[in-house]
C-alpha cells in the first residue's frame, strides 16, 4: 500500500517531494506520484495544505469483538534450563501496563523439565504463569513454538502480548502475529498506555532519526517486541498462581529435528548480559588488531562488541554487533574504540550508564553521548592502557 493522490486537488507543487524522507514521492508536470517505496508515514499528508493526500483505509480485523480480548502477556523465553533475563524486563513492564489498564498481568513460560523456572516469574508481578511443558519443546522451533502460542491466545484472549527483540522472539513471533492476522510492532524502545487504552508502542524510525509512536487500533492482541535491556526489571512478588496447560499434540508437530545444539565458542561474557562492553570499529583498520579489543574486555571481565561496519568487514561475528540492525545494550560501562559514533550505534548503546570513547578524530559523533573522551590515536593509547590495566593502576 502507498499514500493516494487526488488528482483533483494536487497542484504539483513539490512540497511533498521535499518532506518524502524515503524519497518515495515523484512531482510530474501535474500532479505528485507515489512510487511503491512508500512507508505510510504519513508526513506529505500533513504538510499538503491542499489535502490532496491521504492513507489509504486498513482492514477493521477484530475490531468488533475487541472488548472480549483482556489482560497483558509476556512471553518469557526459556533456554538451557533457565528463562531468559529479558522475560523479567517484559513482565515488568507488562505489570506496570495492566496495572494502566486495571487487567491481570500474566507470563507463557513454553519449554521441557521446566523444573522451577515458572515460580520465579511469579517474583516479577505475573498475576498467573501458563506453562507448557512438552518434550518438543526442549529444542526451540518457529513451528511448534508459534502454534502453542497461538493455541493460547485464542483461547484466553489477552488484548497486549510482548516478546523480546531477541534472535527467538524475531524468528516466531513475526508468524504468531500473521497467524492471528493482528499487527507487530519490532524493537520497540518504549511502552505506555493512550487515553484510549491502546498500547503506545515506541520505536527507532528512518536510521535511528526519529522516533515513531505506533498504535494497532483494531487486530487483537496488540503484538510488540522489545529490545533487550531498554527496560529495567523490578522485582514486584504478588500472590500469583501457575496454571499448567495441555495442548493437543497436533500442535507440536514440525517438519524440524534439532539434532544438536553447538554454543558459539567466546572466551569473554555475553553481550547481552555483560555489565562491561568493550567495542571496537573501522578505527581497528583490520581483524587482528580486534585481539586488542578482546584482551581488554577479557580483563574487564567484559564483553567484546562491534560497530556494523567492523561486522561487515568479517573481522567479528554478528552476534557481538551493537546498534539498530544489531543488539541493544546498556552495560555499566561502555568504551567505544575507533567508532565514529554513526546514529545508528548509538541508538544501540546510548542506555549505557557510562561511555568511554576512543578517536582521533576530535568531531565524531561518538563524542556527543560519551560520558568521557579520549581523542588520541588508538594504536598508541590501547597499548599503553590494557598494560595499565593490567598492572592496576586504573
Sequence with gaps: MKALIDLQKCTACGVCQDVCPVGAITVLETHAEVSDDCTLCGMCVDTCEFQAITLPEVG???????ATYKGVWAFAEWRRGRVHPV???LLSAARRLADKKGVPCAAVLLGENLGDSAEELLRYGADVVYVVDHPALKHFTDEAYSRCLVELVRRRKPEILLA???SIGRSFIPRVAAMLQTGLTADCT???ISD?????QTRPAFGGNV??????PYGRPQMATVRPR???P??????????????????????????KEIDEEDTTAKLSEAEVIISGGRGLQKAENFRMVEELARLFKGAVGASRSAVEEGWVPVSHQVGQTGQTVSPTLYIAIGISGAIQHIVGMQGSKIIVAVNKDPEAPIFDVASCGVVADLFEFLPAFIDRVRRGET
Design 60 to 66: 477493521s480485523g477484530a475490531a468488533a469483538d475487541a
Design 87 to 89: 522475560s523479567y524486563e
Design 164 to 166: 523480546g527483540a531477541t
Design 190 to 192: 518504549d511502552l505506555d
Design 196 to 200: 484510549e487504552g491502546l498500547l503506545l
Design 211 to 216: 522516533m515513531a509512536t505506533i498504535i494497532c
Design 230 to 232: 531498554v527496560m529495567r
Design 234 to 259: 523490578v522485582p514486584d512478588p504478588r500472590n500469583g498462581r501457575l496454571e499448567p496447560v495441555i495442548l493437543p499434540e497436533e500442535v507440536f508437530l514440525t517438519r524440524v529435528q534439532v539434532l
